[in-house]
């Protein structure tokens, strides 16, 4: 071919048309300027004469880089609208464009990367561990996904299989599934002694079956759950008992890995102490353990929220990490709390209203010893072992033999919505009631003006023992000034608010009948000697 030669900087003349991607950017520059000619091979060009006579300035081989700009002239631009969706083998990769990161699976890889734009171009461009496109097509794919591969979040989402999901108008990616352990046919002794020593050793016959059967069906349901990837509603497991009880035990060896193996801590966010949950979107399993809560009734009433929020989602979830946008995901979560059997705990509680009623179980564990040797720091860790390998056995019952019973009458619409009826220890519920905020607004009223059936306790000034008329400005503001302390300090947990009265004094006449709503204020009713 005739065409002009330049000088070449190993010797030698070289084709124009192989030079003319890098002279067209030289063309412009002032006298002895340098610019960077393409940024992809690092090639640098200036004056060092006429137009003419080019000197290129690179760190790399010359002839190197003049391979790519032919290279590059000769590159056919692929569109990215004709590649496979980002996954294995696929140049593609979604943006999050929260933090301008290219979430990619790369070459030959089975899981996501987080990279910036630099990283991600690397894998794009290298022939030897990447896919070795042009430069031009490498410039493009980034565009194109900035503008159509966006997404919200990305991580593991609680119930979600791995995979791409947009729903209520977010988009995001679960880059690790829930990961169950796969059921076995085989024995569970231990696990079974265990369960019957905690739950049903110590009680009568039909509450310790109950006990049972409910907890079987609560792990059961939740199993089968998450291997359908549908979202189930369930009721929250609460579970009271003494020291060497085996809370914890079941809590976090039995519970969390049957759930996948994935749990957070969810006290300070369930007690009102932070609004900050961004650490739940993940786990499966949120617990509260023995941490004393607080019994005030505004802890109580944010308690009893916050189970309703995560055992009954009203289709979508808030999430909010502090120092990130708040994601809305539809997740599956269960919620256990382990308490003390003592009064401070018990008190905690929220109360069993009838909106949270049949959100919660209520279940009893008793103290016992575990039947086989575990006292030495070698035999610990052989029960452990064996209670972990006995869980896919576990599992495999609970498939396979054990079936949830059908709901009693009545219950029907309970088991509709959560896959079988609640189940509250009778003695419990009894506590729980006589712990409540009510109860107490009734105990302190009798301690304040009824005088005559609290005598022996000083500090009372009471009035008379007889029915009284009573508005609730009144009320409140002789319980808050109580000469007796305890009368004052109970009155400031109970009705730290003039709003919290009202409902208390609802509450007290749909149950004790003491209490009536009068045509002005409020009659109560002196307790019966029985009282």
């Known amino acids: 071919y005739a065409l002009p030669l330049w000088p070449s900087p190993c010797g030698g003349v070289v084709s124009a048309d192989v030079c003319r991607p890098v002279a067209r950017i030289a063309r412009g520059i002032r006298w002895g300027q340098s610019l960077e000619a393409d940024h992809h091979t690092g090639t640098t060009v200036s004056y060092a004469g006429s137009e003419e006579e080019i000197r290129l300035s690179t760190p790399i081989d010359p002839l190197t880089a003049l391979k790519k700009a032919v290279a590059a002239a000769q590159e056919v631009v692929l569109d990215p ?20 990161k290219f979430v990619f699976m790369g070459a030959g890889s089975d899981s996501w990367n987080v990279m ?47 995979g791409f999901f947009e729903e209520n108008g977010t988009r995001f990616l679960v880059t690790r599934g829930v990961r169950l352990l796969k059921p076995e046919e085989g024995r569970w002794d231990l696990w ?47 579970i009271l008992g003494n020291a ?23 006290f300070d966010y369930f007690t009102g102490r932070t609004d900050f949950n961004g650490e739940f979107i993940e ?38 990490a502090k120092g990130a946008t708040a994601v809305s995901l539809r997740t ?13 705990d018990i008190r905690s509680l929220p109360e069993l ?6 959100k919660i179980s209520l279940l009893r564990a008793s103290s016992f010893m575990i039947p086989v040797p575990n006292r030495e720091i070698c035999e610990r860790i052989r029960v452990e072992e064996q209670l972990e390998a006995e869980l896919p056995a576990y599992i495999w019952w609970l498939l396979n033999v054990f079936q949830i019973p059908a709901p009693a009458e009545g219950e029907e619409a309970e088991a509709t919505r959560f896959g079988f009826a609640s189940f509250k220890h009778p003695e419990l519920i009894a506590a729980v009631k006589s712990e409540s905020a009510e109860a107490g607004l009734l105990d302190i009223i009798d301690m304040h003006y009824f005088r005559a059936v609290n005598e022996s306790l000083p500090g009372v000034t009471g009035v008379a023992f007889k029915e009284m008329n009573v508005s609730k400005r009144v009320l409140r503001d002789d319980l808050l000034g109580s000469d007796n302390k305890f009368v004052a300090n109970r009155a400031r947990q109970l009705i730290w608010h003039s709003s919290a009265l009202h409902p208390l004094l609802k509450a007290l006449e749909s149950d004790s009948g003491r209490v009536k709503k009068a045509r002005r204020g409020w009659t109560i009713q002196p307790p019966s000697e029985e009282d």
Not at 120 to 136: E, I, R, T, V
Not at 211 to 233: D, E, P
Not at 284 to 304: G, I, K, V, Y
Not at 353 to 358: P, Q, Y
């Open 353 to 358: 209203s009838h909106s949270l009623g049949d």
């Open 116 to 162: 910036d734009i630099g990283r991600y171009n690397a894998h794009l461009s290298n022939k030897h561990q990447g896919f070795g496109l042009g430069p031009k097509t490498v410039l493009g794919i980034p565009c194109y996904c900035e503008k159509n591969l966006k997404i919200d979040y990305v991580g593991q989402v609680a119930g979600k299989r791995e």
């Open 283 to 320: 786990a499966t399993h949120l617990f509260c353990d023995d941490n004393r809560m607080m019994s005030d009734r505004q802890s109580r009433e944010s308690f009893a929220g916050r189970i309703k929020e995560f055992t009954v989602p009203v289709g979508i979830t808030r999430y909010h």
């Open 81 to 100: 609208s004709t590649m496979s969706e980002p996954g294995p083998g696929s140049p593609l990769a979604y943006y999050l464009h929260e933090k301008s």
């Open 244 to 266: 060497d009880s085996g809370k914890s035990l079941i809590q976090h060896k039995l519970i969390t890995p049957i759930l996948g193996g994935q749990e957070v801590k969810a």
């Open 192 to 238: 079974e002694k265990i369960l019957h020593l905690v739950f049903a050793a110590s009680e009568s016959p039909e509450v310790g079956q109950a006990q049972l059967t409910h907890i079987h069906s609560w792990l059961k349901r939740s199993y089968m759950s998450l291997v359908a990837g549908v979202v189930t509603n369930q009721q929250a497991l609460i």
């Open 332 to 344: 599956m979560h269960r919620v256990s709390v382990m308490q003390n059997l003592d009064t401070a």
